[in-house]
């Protein structure tokens, strides 16, 4: 790809690691998965997928970027495995189950196994693990971060975090965990847990903090995935959509580090192309008439997407939706949400009156969004020498900088 004559190639260079950083976002984690199914060692796989792509930035600017280059991965990465079993003799029963021992990495027609991916999804989340271990091999085994991005992603030391993905690794081996998609009487649980993980890193990342900001685009990455490996399940598509209507709305969240709430959002500068393959997702998912969660907190988050402005918010119907998802997923916090669509819809006392009583239940004990909410139904009910008092315990308890500086230009306003 360069000429003897005219000097290295620059422009060719960069689209050759293009293609590379494209490939690993898109074809790491079946690179991985295809190892794993194949060795039963995850050390093994990541290691040798590594050097797969090592061999690709090598290779691809004198060979050229394969037409298939998720097989071109697979089968280097494979004849990386079959090297090192072959000089480990307690590798030999490994290397009888890896399918390609010889060939052009170029040439061999490697069959892409969706599945692969999908056990390894269901593995890394599996329940017998803690869920922490479990968002984190997931990010490290589907998604390709580094030890030190996830452990920096979660603000958390990265040998904590190494320590936390050997746990996982070694109970994953020790308790014999299958590397399966469960059978179907486990499966609606099991895909509970997987969903919970990747709303989780979606949520982690949805926040001003350039360290967190890619997790979000992950957890999309991985739910697209989930979709495609699972076409006939509805959740899925339900928390894509979900996230997907959550991001279009990503770049109005804050102003100069202070929240905007959603009211004072402005809309023109939200992206519609996003929301309207969110909405499009849900209707996917709805069609399919298996109504779970995350379809019902995605049908919310599409009622104020795509309202022409706040004013004109359906709030009946999303009192509605919130009424469905406490019974499909009971939480005091579905309930405060909840209390907040009845003040709008039906009047401030009402919502005020569904407050007051989770306060007295004391199941949100020290969540600030609860005397935040009051403050505000009670700003709105032109009582605020109440809502002054209720913004400064909320004050106390907001976990962020953002959230902090929004309750004290409240108090300020106030």
């Known amino acids: 790809m360069t000429s003897p004559d005219d000097g290295p190639d620059d422009g060719a260079d960069d689209r050759v690691r293009a293609a590379v950083d494209a490939a690993f976002r898109d074809e790491w984690g079946q690179v991985v998965a295809t190892l794993i199914g194949s060795t039963g060692d995850w050390d093994l796989a990541e290691d040798c997928a590594q050097e797969a792509f090592a061999a690709a930035l090598a290779t691809w600017p004198r060979d050229g970027v394969p037409h298939r280059p998720g097989a071109w991965l697979t089968t280097t990465a494979r004849h990386r495995a079959i090297d090192r079993l072959r000089r480990d003799a307690a590798g030999a029963a490994k290397l009888r189950q890896l399918a390609v021992l010889a060939g052009d990495p ?91 993980v990747l709303y989780l890193i979606f949520n982690e990342g949805y926040d001003e903090e350039d360290a967190r900001r890619g997790l979000t685009a992950e957890a999309i990455r991985l739910a697209r995935v989930l979709v495609r490996l699972m076409p006939h399940e509805p959740e899925p598509r339900g928390l894509l ?51 779970g969660p995350y379809q019902v907190q995605a049908a919310i988050a599409a009622c104020h997407a795509t309202a022409p402005d706040a004013a004109r918010t359906d709030w009946p119907q999303i009192a509605s939706l919130y009424a469905e998802l406490a019974r499909l997923a009971p939480s005091p916090v579905v309930d405060l949400n909840r209390a907040v669509a009845v003040a709008m819809a039906d009047g401030i006392p009402a919502g005020l009156a569904m407050v007051d009583r989770l306060t007295a239940s004391g199941r949100l004990e020290g969540y600030y969004l609860l005397p935040a909410t009051r403050a505000d139904l009670l700003r709105r009910a032109g009582r605020p020498g109440e809502a002054k008092a209720a913004y400064e315990e909320a004050l106390k308890l ?6 902090r500086r929004y309750l004290i230009s409240r108090l300020e306003e106030l």
């Not at 100069?256 to 023109?268: I, M």
């Open 241 to 291: 959509a979900l996230m997907l209507l959550h991001e279009a709305r990503r770049p109005t969240r804050t102003a100069h580090g202070v929240l905007v709430t959603l009211e004072h959002q402005d809309r023109s500068r939200w992206n519609r192309a996003l929301i309207a393959e969110g909405v499009a997702m849900l209707d996917q998912a709805l069609a399919m008439r298996r109504t």
């Open 398 to 403: 907001a976990p962020t900088e953002t959230e």
């Open 106 to 196: 170029g040439e061999s027609p490697v069959e892409e196994i969706p599945d692969e991916r999908l056990r390894l999804i269901f593995t890394c989340c599996h329940p017998a693990l803690p869920f922490p271990a479990r968002v984190a091999l997931t990010l490290r085994t589907l998604a390709g971060l580094t030890t030190a991005e996830i452990a920096r992603a979660f603000l958390t030391a990265e040998p904590t975090m190494a320590q936390r993905l050997v746990r996982a690794k070694r109970k994953i081996a020790e308790a014999g965990i299958p590397y399966r998609v469960p059978p179907a009487e486990l499966l609606p649980r099991r895909l509970a847990g997987v969903l919970a």
